[in-house]
């Protein structure tokens, strides 16, 4: 039995099949990113035996880390011992993170946890054994989320390999699903869900989904899914690098924004405490933000979803929570309610994710907010009228639900899909 039976696919993206050449060969030029040795060896200094794997680390590999070398360790780690996996796991991260400063005080907390040799050998064991939902729900280790521990689980398969292949997710990878997504009809939704501050978040679901699309999209292209996912990482990290005067003022946007939402969540974190909202608190910090939310359109029309919508929609769905338990203070002397935060808060229950986080808690102060049920269409226009009954259109909904897209994109996409088989 695969992880992929009953995933529902989505057709090769267009961008994808025109780039088929280039991700063919994407790792013909591929040396692997530098990173620094005394760096990392001044920071773990402390922990003898991460040391001493440093070390071994460092003679094998003294300036540059490729996949080829930590493709080394992984076939270490098949004899099973910790020693082994734990080297492979410290050399993924140097990997991952090579110059990044965050790398050298997430990974020491990563190895320093209690339950590192629990969690690494466990892991190894059940993504040499296929089982990648139970291994992503299972790894839990300080400092170490999804971005960073599906490298491990990209080497451990690619040395039994594993099929499909778990692949690594990280927010470049994220963001290239959601610019596949806009081009195609369909939103990032369903493979990552990012946070507030751009990181990817735990989602078993969604990673699934990912690498099982990922396989029968690098199928189509006559190569291997790291093919795809090396392509999708460099081409985000092109478009970042080949920023433009309007993606600088974006990203300055985005950080002066979530400067400015940390100061209200301080302030309201105390307050909620204080007052037993403890619960209620937990619940609007599990507000994702919905990838459209990413964009700024300029002109500052209904649609100008700008790097502050969230901010204001996560301030608007306090205050709801405020006034539905009546309370008559508020967290600091300069937190005044506004109009456009209870509009940004009614915005984003009408997104996916607002409806995904609706559905998962039923907040009490969202319930007066919801947004109306469209009335069923007596037929789904996708080029073509289909006349479908109420149950067909139901069911069309609920798979729909789970891709992020609505019924009439779904019928899209199932018929694009067959005319391309039929080919």
């Known amino acids: 039995m695969s992880v992929c039976d009953g995933v529902p696919k989505l057709p090769l993206p267009r961008y994808l099949r025109e780039h088929r050449e280039e991700i063919l060969h994407i790792f013909d030029d591929s040396s692997g990113p530098d990173y620094n040795p005394e760096g990392w060896r001044g920071y773990l200094h402390n922990n003898p035996v991460v040391a001493a794997d440093l070390d071994t680390i460092i003679q094998k590999c003294p300036v540059k880390i490729s996949r080829k070398d930590v493709c080394g360790f992984a076939h270490n780690a098949r004899s099973g011992s910790y020693p082994d996996i734990r080297r492979l796991f410290l050399v993924c991260m140097i990997w991952g993170y090579n110059r990044d400063p965050n790398g050298l005080p997430n990974t020491e907390r990563a190895l320093s946890d209690p339950r590192a040799e629990e969690v690494l050998k466990r892991t190894a064991s059940r993504i040499s054994n296929g089982e990648i939902r139970e291994a992503y729900d299972g790894f839990r280790l300080a400092r170490c989320g999804p971005a960073f521990f599906t490298k491990f689980f990209y080497f451990v398969g690619k040395e039994w390999q594993i099929r499909p292949l778990p692949l690594v997710l990280d927010r470049h990878i994220a963001e290239s699903l959601r610019a596949l997504g806009e081009e195609e009809g369909w939103q990032s939704g369903p493979f990552a869900k990012v ?154 229950l009408r997104t996916a994710e607002g409806q995904s986080w609706r559905k998962k808690h039923d907040p009490p102060w969202a319930r007066g907010q919801a947004p109306p049920i469209p009335s069923r269409p007596s037929n789904i226009t996708a080029r073509l009228s289909i006349d479908v009954s109420d149950s067909q259109y139901a069911e069309l909904g609920k798979l729909g639900g789970e891709l992020g897209v609505t019924p009439e994109v779904l019928a899209k996409i199932w018929i694009l899909g067959g005319l391309h088989h039929l080919r």
């Open 195 to 348: 946070g507030r501050k751009g990181y990817v978040k735990r989602y078993s679901e969604g990673y699934v989904r990912y690498i099982c699309s990922m396989d029968e999209w690098a199928t189509e292209l006559g190569c291997l899914s790291d093919n795809v996912e090396y392509f999708m990482y460099l081409k985000d990290k092109d478009r970042a690098h080949h920023s433009t005067k309007p993606k600088e003022v974006h990203m300055a946007n985005r950080k002066k924004a979530r400067e400015i939402n940390d100061k209200w969540m301080s302030a309201a974190k105390p307050f909620c405490k204080a007052h037993n909202l403890e619960r209620e608190f937990e619940i609007i910090g599990d507000m994702d933000w919905p990838p459209t939310w990413h964009l700024s359109k300029g002109g500052g029309g209904p649609r100008d979803y700008t790097e502050r919508q969230f901010q204001y929609a996560v301030r608007g769905s306090l205050e709801a929570m405020f006034h539905i338990k009546g309370m008559t203070t508020r967290p600091a002397d300069w937190w005044e309610e506004e109009k456009r935060w209870g509009d940004r808060f009614g915005d984003y």
